[in-house]
């Protein structure tokens, strides 16, 4: 099992920079960040070497989605915007060379669905065509509409659906915390699709929190995922109770198969 940090939730306590050395230190082996735009690739991947660490994921900017808003990648008319958001992801994963980058679907309302689903799949197509030739795995990841409302592609389902009928070479990126919050039977989707999957993510239920803060039992899950024939990372996003370093306990249980 080898778990990367989120660095975008994790070790907020300290600059971006930083935050690796930390991540180093308490034994993860890689880390992603979901928009790492901020700060200069070049910055980012010199915090990688000086670490040892791996990028494992990034995100397609994401426009006005985090604020509120729709997105890019679903919207139309917006087209022009995800396809400058997406040559920003490729000047980064040239630097930064994670093993796949996520693409966010946005909000649609209801009577706009087919539409933002035919977009998505449009804009989908355009990140595979530019990041496969990286030696990229494009993924697409169902959201919680408690945190997101609106959000296009909301179930396991939906999903699961966009990737199989996709001419485009997109894997799932399941999200323990999305899922258990949209009341998903996690523990037998992980069992029957896991080997499908591109990349996992966890925090435990309600609260977002670290695993043994909520009501997941994350020894389950995480085996059903791994008996299932996954081979990706788990990567952990959520926001600590406390400070980052103090509330890692959960780690003891995969330490060595972290590393």
Same mark, same amino acid.
């Given at each position: ?8 939730? #994790? ?5 971006? *920079?930083?935050?690796? %050395?930390?991540?180093? /230190? @308490?034994?993860? !082996? &890689? ?33 006005? #989605? ?5 997105? *890019?990648?679903?919207? %139309?008319?917006?087209? /022009? @915007?995800?396809? !400058? &958001? ?33 977009? #998505? ?139």
């Amino acid at each position: 099992m080898k778990l990367t940090a989120n660095l975008s939730l #994790l070790y907020t306590e300290l600059p971006m *920079l930083e935050r690796f %050395a930390a991540a180093a /230190t @308490d034994g993860f !082996a &890689a880390v992603e960040i979901q928009f790492p735009y901020d700060t200069p690739a070049d910055e980012l991947r010199r915090a990688l070497d000086d670490t040892g660490l791996e990028c494992v994921l990034i995100n397609i900017p994401a426009g006005d #989605l985090m604020s509120g808003g729709k997105g *890019l990648a679903c919207v %139309a008319g917006r087209e /022009t @915007d995800f396809e !400058a &958001a997406l040559a920003e992801c490729v000047e980064y994963v040239r630097v930064l060379r994670p093993h796949c980058v996520n693409v966010l679907a946005g909000r649609a309302e209801d009577e706009e669905r087919s539409s933002a689903l035919k977009v #998505l799949s449009s804009n989908v197509q355009k990140a595979v065509t530019q990041l496969a030739p990286l030696g990229v795995q494009v993924t697409l990841e169902a959201i919680n509409t408690f945190d997101m409302p609106g959000f296009l592609i909301s179930t396991f389902d939906d999903m699961r659906r966009f990737t199989e009928s996709s001419a485009a070479d997109i894997r799932m990126q399941f999200d323990i915390y999305h899922m258990a919050r949209m009341g998903e039977p996690v523990e037998s989707l992980l069992t029957n699709y896991g080997a499908q999957l591109g990349h996992i993510q966890f925090a435990d239920v309600p609260g977002r929190h670290e695993p043994g803060s909520g009501e997941l039992n994350f020894e389950r899950l995480f085996a059903a995922a791994e008996q299932s024939g996954y081979q990706g990372w788990y990567g952990a996003e959520y926001r600590p109770e406390g400070a980052t370093s103090a509330g890692l306990g959960w780690m003891t249980k995969y330490q060595n198969r972290s590393n």
